[in-house]
């Protein structure tokens, strides 16, 4: 293997790191916005529920005084109905008053559905009140477990960038030129592993003899791999025999011998 290769292995697992903790770390405001839309909404809610609330007394008002025009009124046709002096007129004042009666009682009607639904609205802005303090205590939990999350992945990323710091730092800088400029064609992976006889970013099948001098131990060479031009590395995944193992065939071997 190339001296130079351990330390670009080495510098493209700590990139894939970064790349991970700064995407999670650009996550954090969309999280934080998410808590904060939630406890608006709940105090939206408080808003709503008064409004309601003194529309409805508004409108209660409206019906109480309604109740009070329509009792005037038939009052008024009652009074009237002492002075008439045809039998025509008579019955037709007995029809206002009826009809005034009527109305009287829809009125009277509304009037107790207003007072119904004003006692709903009353409990339903106590019930939005008790749910934001609810929701605000919720919030304040999650924010200090985010702000908590978001330090901890700040000092992962400290950490990853003195990782990647050293691996850059042994590495001649024409050779990280090389392959910070494959990286950035390819999506931040500038490494491929050759798996089977391929190249294990985009598969494509690697020529014999390059897979060869890849696994040469005493190899100086970098190849690329001619598709997706990532500098190829080849890393031995068969267990070798278990180093034990040998030896003590070996032993037992030689005491056979022995005796
Ligand atoms: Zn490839």
Not at 138 to 165: G, M, P, S
Not at 167 to 183: C, F, T
Not at 208 to 237: G, K, M, S, W
Request: hydrophobic share 35%; with cysteine; net charge negative.
């Amino acid at each position: 293997m190339h001296p130079h290769l351990k330390y670009l292995i080495e510098l493209q697992a700590v990139d894939l790191r970064l790349i991970e903790i700064r995407e999670r770390l650009s996550r954090f405001p969309k999280r934080l916005a998410e808590v904060e839309a939630r406890v608006t909404a709940a105090r939206q809610q408080i808003t709503a529920a008064k409004e309601a609330l003194t529309s409805s007394l508004k409108e209660r008002k409206t019906y109480e005084m309604d109740v009070e025009q329509w009792k005037e009124r038939a009052k008024k046709y009652r009074n009237q109905s002492s002075e008439v002096k045809t039998n025509e007129a008579y019955k037709a004042l007995q029809h206002e008053i009826q009809n005034a009666e009527g109305e009287v009682a829809k009125a009277e009607d509304r009037l107790l559905d207003r007072m119904v639904t004003g006692e709903e609205y009353e409990r339903q802005v106590k019930a939005a009140e008790a749910a934001v303090k609810e929701i605000e205590a919720a919030a304040n939990v999650e924010r200090h477990a985010i702000q908590a999350e978001y330090n901890a992945a700040q000092k992962e990323l400290a950490t990853a960038e003195a990782v990647r710091a050293g691996a850059v730092a042994a590495v001649p800088a024409d050779l990280i030129d090389h392959y910070e400029r494959i990286s950035k064609r390819h999506g931040g992976i500038a490494l491929a592993e050759v798996h089977g006889e391929g190249c294990s970013q985009c598969g494509v099948h690697i020529r014999p003899h390059v897979i060869q001098q890849l696994q040469r131990a005493e190899n100086e060479e970098f190849f690329h791999c001619e598709t997706c031009t990532r500098i190829l590395y080849y890393a031995d995944h068969t267990p070798g025999p278990a180093p034990a193992a040998p030896s003590t065939a070996e032993t037992s071997a030689a005491s056979t011998r022995d005796s």
